[in-house]
């Protein structure tokens, strides 16, 4: 069975940084692209940054320059570095992977940039 476990949100100034972390089961995620999405109260999701297998990446353009994700392939775990948090970033955060028979998505992880 699929499952992922997120952590790292929370509540943060802006100016902030928060570390969110995704870790997958099983090592066959290391052969697929992973990513994360958000969605802000009455928004539709859209897709944050997405890491390849390979290591390349790409990003959503309100966030390039702020964000870095990265992946560990021995934790099966992407990572997704937020830093200068504006209170627009608000949202809810959701890890996905890109397997051949579906995308599989995390249970998400609310992150709030408010003083």
């Known amino acids: 069975q699929v499952q992922f476990v997120e952590s790292g949100g929370g509540l943060v100034q802006p100016g902030g940084s928060l570390r969110l972390s995704c870790a997958a089961s099983?090592?066959?995620?290391?052969?697929?692209?992973m990513g994360w999405y958000r969605q802000a109260p009455g928004k539709q999701r859209e897709l944050v940054a997405v890491?390849?297998?390979?290591?390349?990446?790409n990003y959503a353009d309100s966030v390039k320059g702020r964000f870095t994700i990265s992946r560990d392939n021995a934790k099966n775990t992407v990572y997704l570095q937020m830093n200068s948090l504006k209170p627009e970033d608000t949202a809810v955060y959701y890890c996905?992977?890109?397997?051949?028979?579906?995308?599989?998505w995390g249970q998400g992880t609310q992150v709030t940039v408010s003083s």
């Open positions: 890491i390849t297998s390979g290591g390349s990446t």
């Open positions: 099983g090592s066959i995620f290391r052969f697929y692209a």
């Open positions: 996905y992977a890109d397997l051949p028979e579906r995308r599989y």
